[in-house]
């Protein structure tokens, strides 16, 4: 059986697909629509990753394909209604990305509540003059307000590491994710404090806001003018999801008409493109979706996608089916 992988991955893992397919690796950046589709017509297996568009036109040139396997969590690349409909497993990798993508997380909410990035490009500039009482304040994160929209996985695993901070958390899920259960836990056995609310309170009660909601048609846009006019106008927005879930031209106008303090971004609504006046704002971090990008959690993706290719195609369920 072949299986063809769009993307580079640790040859480690190709070595165990090899043991039993032969892989048709693709070694370079995007694989373009047209040659997608060329090359997925006599594969039993694909591998792909989240710059790789997995449409219908792509499904359908595969008619021995069985299961697709997504390097990622988000699959919102692949048109998994049709897969469905030909009887297509498609695959993702939960769990394993949870804590690499909440540390980078706060990575981004340290760095812009602290200005991080904004003093070390001061500083390389040569603009830094001397030490000041008043010079570059942040903003403190003890005693103030995590609000987590979207509490799956990854939305409980930012909220554990808010103690650690002095941060209380409120929390709003969507209406796809489960109901998180009182006391349950989020991870490394953490009892999990946090109290859920209305989208409109959280906007509105929130210090930091951090988005870990999946893109679906109801979660497109949700922060767009309305959403950022109700946050406070002290307040940080993290978005670590998919770039699409933040009206990124409402977001500069936000930022131009100071109604926030500031935000961090790793993810845009055209990757790898950014709203244009968004790099003008020194108070927005603008990271290169980087959220899961650590050795280790990279090359667990990759193992995962393979063990769910090495299960279908080897006639057992799926590991981690979406
Ligand atoms: C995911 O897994 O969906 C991430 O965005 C990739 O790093």
Redesign the pocket.
């Known amino acids: 059986m072949k299986v063809l992988v769009t993307r580079r991955l640790p040859s480690r893992v190709i070595a165990r697909l090899e043991e039993r397919f032969d892989v048709d690796l693709h070694d370079g950046d995007v694989l373009p629509p047209d040659e997608l589709r060329e090359r997925v017509r006599e594969a039993h297996g694909l591998i792909c990753?989240?710059t790789d568009r997995i449409d219908g036109g792509v499904i359908d040139a595969a008619p021995q394909l069985k299961i697709i396997a997504?390097?990622?969590?988000?699959?919102d690349n692949i048109d998994v209604v049709h897969a469905r409909s030909r009887g297509i497993v498609v695959t993702?990798?939960p769990d394993v990305?949870t804590g690499a993508?909440a540390e980078f997380t706060w990575g981004l909410i340290l760095s812009v509540t602290r200005r991080i990035t904004e003093g070390d490009r001061l500083v390389r500039a040569g603009g830094w003059k001397r030490w000041g009482l008043d010079f570059m304040l942040g903003a403190e994160l003890s005693g103030k307000q995590l609000g987590i929209l979207g509490m799956g996985r990854i939305g409980r695993a930012v909220a554990a590491r808010a103690p650690a901070f002095g941060m209380t958390v409120a929390y709003h899920r969507g209406h796809h994710e489960t109901r998180l259960k009182p006391g349950a836990t989020a991870g490394g056995g953490t009892s999990l404090q946090a109290r859920p609310v209305s989208f409109d309170e959280l906007l509105v009660t929130s210090d930091v806001i951090s988005i870990h909601t999946p893109l679906t048609p109801e979660s497109r846009h949700i922060i767009d003018q309305r959403a950022l006019a109700r946050m406070k106008r002290t307040a940080y927005l993290i978005n670590?999801?998919?770039g699409p879930v933040v009206d990124e031209a409402a977001l500069a106008w936000a930022m131009r008409e100071r109604l926030i303090a500031g935000a961090a971004l790793?993810?845009y609504e055209k990757e790898p493109m950014v709203h244009p006046d968004l790099p003008g704002f020194d108070n927005v971090i603008l990271a290169p979706?980087?959220?899961?990008?650590t050795r280790e959690?990279?090359t667990a993706?990759a193992d995962l996608a393979v063990s769910n290719v090495l299960a279908v195609l080897g006639g057992q369920p799926p590991l981690t089916p979406v």
């Open positions: 990753v989240l997504a390097v990622a969590v988000g699959y993702n990798t990305l993508v670590t999801s998919r790793d993810v979706h980087l959220g899961s990008a959690t990279r993706m």
